[in-house]
DNA sequence: ATGGTCGGGTGCCGA
């Protein structure tokens, strides 16, 4: 089963492109964020023509996720529990079925800039609410699999330029300490574990020729719990797509599991 | 060199 997670910065001007990978990298899943997109407005067709299942939790204009899925999905649950007042549309769970059932999150943690400042503040309370929610996912004892757009970079190897995003809410050390509670809950970075050491990235910026650069960050991540990584056969990103015709900024990044 | 680039909620904001 290869699951596939990718921030598209807008379904509807990546018509193109997300229709292209899915004919060619053929993932089972695919973990959308940026939709930009309400429910209703969201381009299904596209999809369900090429045998794949639509959940979307979106809203108008940012933000945004929807799972696609072309095996079976069950118990979609919308939105991030912990605060009835969160509005924006960042979190979506769904049980996938192939031989073995997955239960797959696809989340956009909050960007979180300027910091420090309240979207700084909104950014770290999101991130305690996930990490109760994936908490609660781990007890389950189910294979989970937590993708999208983590908007962090875990280590100084993560980025092309570490000394650039010094002061930055991805790359300080309250956010990076939040993220690696995820992984001291017992969740394995796919990516991490089959591309070790640094220059891996997943999101090259649209300005100053960042991509032509290599001027690169790794911010979004496949986190797996242990019965979901005992299954893992490889990861990798598909770093290629960036340098298509209008592409997003982000690319996307995958991981097999054994069915 | 005080800009540069995208997508969308527009004639600006978030990233």
Request: aromatic share 8%; hydrophobic share 45%.
């Amino acid at each position: 089963m290869r699951i596939a997670t990718w921030n598209v910065n807008g379904i509807r001007a990546r018509l193109h492109a997300v229709p292209a990978w899915l004919d060619q990298a053929r993932p089972d899943v695919l973990l959308l964020q940026e939709i930009k997109s309400a429910d209703a407005a969201f381009p299904a067709a596209a999809f369900e023509d090429r045998g794949y299942g639509v959940a979307t939790h979106g809203q108008k204009g940012f933000n945004g996720v929807a799972i696609l899925s072309r095996l079976p999905v069950e118990d979609v649950v919308r939105g991030l529990p912990g605060d009835a007042g969160d509005g924006q549309a960042r979190w979506i769970e769904a049980t996938v079925t192939g031989r073995r059932a997955v239960r797959v999150v696809s989340l956009y943690l909050p960007n979180g800039n300027p910091a420090p400042g309240p979207k700084y503040d909104y950014k770290l309370a999101w991130m305690a609410r996930a990490e109760a929610r994936a908490a609660a996912l781990l007890a389950t004892e189910e294979a989970v699999l937590l993708g999208g757009d983590w908007n962090v970079i875990p280590a100084p190897g993560d980025a092309a330029r570490p000394a650039a995003w010094e002061g930055d809410a991805l790359f300080l050390p309250a956010s990076r300490a939040a993220f690696r509670r995820f992984l001291n809950l017992g969740l394995t970075d796919a990516v991490a574990t089959f591309c070790p050491g640094p220059g891996h990235y997943t999101f090259w910026d649209y300005q100053a020729l960042a991509f032509e650069r290599n001027d690169g960050i790794r911010i979004d991540h496949l986190l797996l719990s242990p019965q979901a990584a005992d299954r893992m056969s490889d990861a990798g990103i598909a770093a290629e797509v960036r340098a298509g015709e209008r592409p997003s900024d982000h690319v996307p990044v995958w991981v097999e599991l054994d069915d």
